[in-house]
């Protein structure tokens, strides 16, 4: 394995980009950035400094914010099955969901510490050279 074999996550270079990723408008994606908090990065200090997005902190943020859930998942309850189909998948729906949240932790949380190790093999490699 070559020492710069860390494969970058794709980015989204503008607005733009990451509002047709997300399927929303430019300015409901600026919005999500200030009251939301989707992960975009600024190049520069400015509130109009130039911006870029992961794709994959996009769709760990899509999973876990529950901002672009369906209305009909929100605050379902967590209950046995009554025999009411609606409210049955809504349960499910709500669980499932907190599921893929949990998951999607984890995976990241993972992939993060696999960077750090990553990293350290390379320093210690340099260092034994």
């Known amino acids: 394995m070559a020492q710069n074999e860390i494969v970058p996550s794709t980015r989204l270079n503008s607005w733009k980009e990451i509002a047709t990723f997300l399927g929303r408008g430019v300015r409901t994606v600026q919005r999500w950035e200030r009251e939301l908090q989707l992960p975009v990065h600024r190049i520069g200090n400015g509130p109009r400094s130039p911006v870029y ?7 760990f943020w899509i999973t876990t914010s529950g901002a672009m859930r369906p209305e009909a998942a929100h605050g379902a309850p967590l209950r046995p099955a009554t025999g009411k189909p609606v409210e049955d998948s809504r349960r499910l729906t709500s669980k499932i969901h907190t599921l893929v949240r949990e998951v999607a ?8 510490q696999a960077e750090i190790l990553q990293k350290r093999i390379l320093e210690m490699r340099s260092r034994m050279k």
């Open 105 to 112: 932790e984890n995976s990241v949380r993972q992939r993060r």
């Open 53 to 59: 997005a992961l794709i994959s902190e996009l769709n």
